[in-house]
């Protein structure tokens, strides 16, 4: 079983920009993702990203202003989010084995981390 551990999470203004990481505990050949679950609401896809790095996908929520990339060498994924609005605030969750639908749903997904929370004020 893979562990994974996110990082970079905090506090920001309205607009302002976060970088996420999630760490694999082994290279992982698959691909990966992000999901989020704000207070009160259902767990939804963000972004994930195929094993070449070459293919990704983003939820309609936070398209053009989110921005999924990996590094295989270092067994790291990560999420840069700018622009980023209230209604992002949420924890942020790491995924992998995310099955095979192109936007993958909660249910699809093998592992998780353990969330890094996001905050953004107004």
């Known amino acids: 079983q893979v562990q994974l551990v996110e990082s970079g999470g905090g506090l920001v203004q309205a607009g302002g920009s976060l970088r996420l990481s999630c760490a694999a505990s082994?290279?992982?050949?698959?691909?990966m993702g992000w999901f989020r679950q704000a207070p009160g609401k259902e767990r939804e896809f963000v972004a994930a990203?195929?094993?070449?790095?070459?293919?990704?996908y983003n939820g309609d929520s936070v398209q053009g202003r989110f921005t999924i990339s990996r590094d295989n060498t270092k067994n790291t994924v990560y999420l840069q989010m700018d622009s980023l609005k209230p209604e992002d605030t949420a924890l942020y969750y790491c995924?992998?084995?995310?099955?095979?639908?192109?936007?993958?749903?909660?249910?699809?997904?093998?592992?998780w981390g353990q969330g890094t929370q996001v905050t953004v004020s107004s």
């Open positions: 990203i195929s094993w070449s790095g070459a293919i990704t």
């Open positions: 995924a992998s084995g995310l099955g095979a639908r192109t936007y993958p749903l909660d249910r699809d997904v093998a592992s």
């Open positions: 082994k290279l992982i050949t698959t691909r």
